[in-house]
């Protein structure tokens, strides 16, 4: 018998010792492989483009579609009064769908059409006239720091490398290529035809997703209720939910809180006469769509464009940035938004900067939600494993816990939180003593009246 369990043992200790080992060589195979494997990623990534921007813009035109939905729904129930809610919501779909499309086609082509020749314009213009704006700068920096020789001489520095590098790059650079993609763009040879493509697919893969979002949420349920149990589905579901409308409620609200934003600063902007507003606030209204860090983003390159056109306007341009920042952050931000992430700002900074350093500006932009969805699922499974132990899951109930007692299981708590309790126990109880003597003496006084009523 003990040789049979020592066998055991053995096999079951020298197959351990093999897998470990597989695993290991595997492990070393990928590291050493990880550039090519990244490689046919890439590749597979590249490949399922069109599918990707069409998912995301389902995902982001979804809520309009339903809004629209909804309108058609009263429409042919309650208005044309023909058809049950069911009928309704089921014909209802191909015309919200049409409407969410063209309106989202629409407003994508008024924004080209618009927002991009003025950009244009302006990038042609600034870097035309950035050699004047230098020598100003220069001028200006001398006749300000006049008086203080070293940080004349390091401002000017500063504005000569601007001057031999980054001048030298805009013209030679990144205006020949202006020049040229537009020179393509309005003879009709498009240079981006591999991206226009995966545009067309991509908006085509939307319509699909939005036509058949019913069909596929329903095939969905039955795969996760198929393979996990009834309780395992029922929490993936929740979860599901949970991060559809963290996701949903974040991306769609800080795009359009971005957009009023980008509206805002060029009313402002054109109003106190900056020469470049259009490109200021389009600047502005971009990078506000990174949580945290996009105002600053945005400021930067408004500052600077604001000091070449007048170095007072760079004062009035900083001075709007933190007033529209504050309205943002304390007014708009959370209308808009309200609490959908439901993270602290600690944990929002952390998740931004975790994500921009794994994956750049799109981490910087998804680590909020990401983190958030991963933030309330550990939240859930902390506050069942409470519920379990018959403890409580309220994070105030631990702020002066002090520990359990071993054996009754009883929490102790600090000193000055007993005496604290025993203070408001005090009150309650002086509390009760009074409304008792008051109801009481109110319970005499109405005895004595009826006597004399009777009496009389």
């Known amino acids: 018998m003990g040789s049979g369990n020592w066998n055991k043992n053995y096999i079951r200790f020298g197959i351990t010792l ?13 590291i050493q492989g990880w550039s090519s494997i990244l490689a046919v990623v890439g590749k597979f990534i590249s490949a399922l483009t069109p599918v990707i921007m069409g998912i995301v813009m389902a995902f982001l035109l979804n809520p309009i579609m339903m809004y629209i939905r909804k309108f058609f729904v009263w429409l042919f129930e309650k208005k044309l009064k023909k058809m049950d809610y069911e009928t309704a919501y089921n014909k209802s779909k191909i015309p919200s769908m049409i409407i969410t499309v063209i309106l989202f086609l629409g407003i994508l082509a ?6 991009i020749p003025q950009v244009y314009v302006s990038l042609v213009d600034l870097g035309e006239k950035m050699p004047e704006y230098l020598k100003d700068v220069e001028k200006w920096i001398k006749k300000i720091f006049a008086k203080n020789e070293i940080l004349e001489g390091k401002l000017t520095n500063v504005v000569s490398y601007i ?10 650079k990144i205006m020949p290529n202006l020049d040229t993609i537009a020179v393509k763009i309005s003879s009709g040879v498009i240079i981006g035809v591999k991206m226009l493509f995966n ?21 969905g349920k039955k795969i996760i209720y198929c393979i996990f149990s009834k309780k395992a589905g029922n929490r993936i579901l929740d979860g599901l939910s949970y991060a559809n409308s963290v996701f949903g409620g974040f991306i769609n609200g800080k795009i359009i809180d971005s957009v009023i934003i980008g509206i805002i600063c060029f009313i402002f902007t054109s109003a106190v006469g900056m020469q470049y507003a ?3 606030s389009v600047i502005v209204g971009i990078t506000n769509i990174i949580p945290f860090f996009g105002p600053f983003i945005g400021a930067v390159p408004g500052a600077l464009l604001a000091l070449m056109d007048d170095p007072i306007m760079l004062l ?3 001075i709007w940035i933190v007033v529209l920042q504050q309205f943002d952050g304390n007014i708009l931000g959370p209308l808009i938004l309200g609490d959908s992430t439901g993270i602290s700002g600690v944990w929002v900074l952390i ?9 750049g500006v799109v981490g910087m932009m998804l680590g909020v939600p990401v983190f958030a969805c991963i933030y309330a699922f550990c939240a859930v499974r902390l506050r ?21 007692d071993e054996e009754t299981g009883e929490p102790i708590y600090r000193e000055f939180h007993e005496a604290r309790k025993t203070i408001k126990q005090k009150k309650r109880n002086k509390n009760k003593y009074l409304k008792a003597l008051k109801k009481k003496s109110h319970n005499r006084d109405a005895s004595e009246n009826a006597k004399t009523s009777k009496d009389e």
């Open 316 to 318: 009035i341009f900083v």
């Open 110 to 115: 008024a924004f080209l059409w618009t927002i």
């Open 163 to 172: 001057e031999d590098n980054v001048l030298t790059l805009f013209k030679d």
């Open 384 to 404: 069942d494993g409470l519920r379990d132990k018959a403890m409580s899951s309220a994070t105030n109930d631990y702020l002066l816990l002090k520990g359990f």
């Open 351 to 359: 998740a931004i900067l975790v994500g921009g350093d794994l994956f």
């Open 18 to 30: 093999t897998v470990s080992i597989c695993v290991c060589i595997v492990f070393g195979e990928v």
């Open 199 to 219: 545009f067309l697919v991509g908006i085509i893969v939307a319509v699909y997703l939005l036509a058949s979002k019913d069909e596929l949420l329903a095939q």
């Open 278 to 280: 259009v490109l200021i």
